[in-house]
């Protein structure tokens, strides 16, 4: 008897706690796993809620259990899979049928999925899903792309069981196609640059002042309550203050420091490099995490260069109030860097993304969610078609105030040989921008020189060629 309203496929970490959280909404949900043993477990473990679950074993069962028109969410390994799994579905569902991919797809995947169902009957939606396991559970924030069409037949669910920030749920359409996906590899891109510079503040304090775990999770739980209130500051100071039952230290001081990575920072990157809008907090931070993984090489390096040891960490006055500004001025940067690059793609690709609500929508239940988004929410309501987040009044004045702080923390951590690629990813990036005379005529002057390329001269339009004497 089809009587479940909604489908999910794949009971991993995601998909089994997104189960749970639209079967706590009320909404009877048919759930199915390729390794029938979790959807036993699963069932097995969903308690009160078990009577609004109904587990599948084939994929028959499970398109047989929901009611037609069937909204089907795939939350399974990203990539091959999910073509795996809609090549399987495609054959036992009816027209008007939607199918839901609710993993980190790339987006130029999705866009491919959805030309290629465009013509079957079936609807298909990339759905960006962010909060980890605790908010697949209780509320993730959900970038939805698709047709606006499908986005009305599912919205009531979706809507249902995201965050709600000020009671407004944490979910939107964003446009069509790709838009969900390309705004959640954005999303995670910046989570990637808010990550790194934490790390890097961290690393300051752990190599430069000495400073222990449990002391250093008191200055992260401080900076929680100011303007750098937000969950990776909240889980940084938990992180910190974790013992090891094993060794009795810290727990953060016996993991192995090389970071993993799944793909949607380094399409952050990529797709910003495609479009020529510059991420360069972003990129630093996959480029971090992918030395951080040399882990043989890096420790050849400090023994044929030598680990420079090159004293304490001194700014004078008060060091933790300089990094917690330098920190927040990092963010700027890296926020403003992610914006840029979805404006640019809302172009290229057509979207019409609402900046204003996507801030919105990151402001609960995603893991950037942060005070600092809703004050970005309210900057790009205010001024929408602003060309860059520290363009609005608000940033410029972030900008202007943390600015002495980040130069200080940086310059300082470079004359110590502390590692900062992101932090100072942030200070170029601000300096260069606010340049309005910068270095590139003479690399305008060096291609005109080695391959007449041309270039514009400030006291008119149209293209020249220098004098060059290539002979000497
Ligand atoms: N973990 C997180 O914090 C977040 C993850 N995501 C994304 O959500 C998706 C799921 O992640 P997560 O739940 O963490 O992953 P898990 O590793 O916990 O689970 C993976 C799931 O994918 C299924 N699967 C793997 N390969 C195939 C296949 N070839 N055919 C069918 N099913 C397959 C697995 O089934 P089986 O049991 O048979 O192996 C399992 O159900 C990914 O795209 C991930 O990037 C998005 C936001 C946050
Ligand atoms: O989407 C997420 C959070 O928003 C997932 O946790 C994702 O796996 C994080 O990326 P990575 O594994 O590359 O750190």
């Not at 200080?408 to 942030?426: D, H, I, Q």
């Amino acid at each position: 008897m089809a009587s479940a309203e909604i489908g999910v496929i794949g009971l991993g970490v995601m998909g089994a706690n997104l189960a749970l959280n639209i079967a706590d909404h009320g909404f009877d949900v048919a759930v199915y796993n390729r390794t029938e043993e979790r959807t036993r477990e699963f069932a097995a473990g969903a308690g009160e809620l078990s009577s609004k679950i109904i587990p599948t074993g084939s994929l028959e069962e499970f398109v047989a259990a929901i009611r037609p028109p069937r909204p089907v969410i795939i939350m399974i390994k990203a990539g091959d899979p999910v073509d795996q799994q809609i090549a399987a579905l495609k054959p036992l569902l009816e027209n008007n049928d939607i199918i839901i991919d609710a993993g980190n797809a790339n987006f130029r995947d999705t866009m491919r999925r959805f030309e290629e169902l465009k013509d079957t009957g079936l609807t298909f939606i990339g759905m960006g899903v962010s909060g980890g396991e605790e908010g697949a559970r209780f509320g993730p924030s959900i970038m939805v792309g698709g047709t606006e069409a499908s986005w009305n037949r599912v919205s009531d669910v979706i809507n249902a069981i995201s965050a709600k920030f000020n009671d407004e749920p944490c979910a939107a359409w964003l446009g069509e196609n790709g838009a969900g996906h390309f705004v959640k590899t954005i999303h995670n891109g910046i989570e990637y640059a808010d990550m790194q510079m934490i790390a890097e503040i961290y690393g300051i304090m752990r190599d430069g002042m000495d400073m222990k775990a449990p002391e250093m999770a008191g200055v992260f739980d401080a900076w929680n309550s100011g303007p750098l209130d937000s969950f990776l500051v909240e889980i940084t100071s938990k992180v910190l203050a974790t013992g090891d039952d094993k060794t009795g230290k810290p727990l953060v001081d016996v993991i192995l420091d090389a970071a993993g990575q799944k793909g949607t920072g380094r399409w952050s990157a990529i797709e910003s490099q495609q479009m020529a809008v510059p991420a360069s907090a972003i990129e630093a931070a996959v480029g971090a995490r992918s030395l951080s993984a040399m882990t043989g090489l890096r420790a050849e390096a400090e023994e044929l260069l030598g680990r420079p040891d090159l004293g304490r960490f001194e700014v004078g006055g008060n060091a933790a109030a300089l990094l917690e500004q330098a920190l927040l001025a990092g963010k700027v940067a890296a926020y403003a860097q992610g914006f840029a690059v979805m404006a640019a793609a809302s172009k290229e690709f057509g979207w019409n993304l609402p900046m204003p609500i996507i801030a919105k929508i990151w402001r609960a239940g995603c893991i950037i969610r942060s005070r600092f988004l809703d004050e970005i929410s309210e900057a790009f309501t205010k001024t929408p078609d602003v060309a860059n987040l520290v363009m609005t009044p608000e940033f410029s004045r972030i900008v202007k105030e943390t600015d002495t702080a980040l130069r200080t923390v940086v310059a300082e951590a470079v004359r110590k040989g502390l590692p900062v690629p992101a932090l100072s990813s942030a200070v170029a990036y601000f300096d260069q921008l606010r340049r309005a005379r910068g270095t590139a005529n003479l690399i305008q002057a060096q291609r005109d020189f080695f391959g007449a390329h041309g270039f514009e001269r400030i006291d008119g339009k149209g293209e020249n060629h220098g004098p060059w004497n290539m002979g000497n």
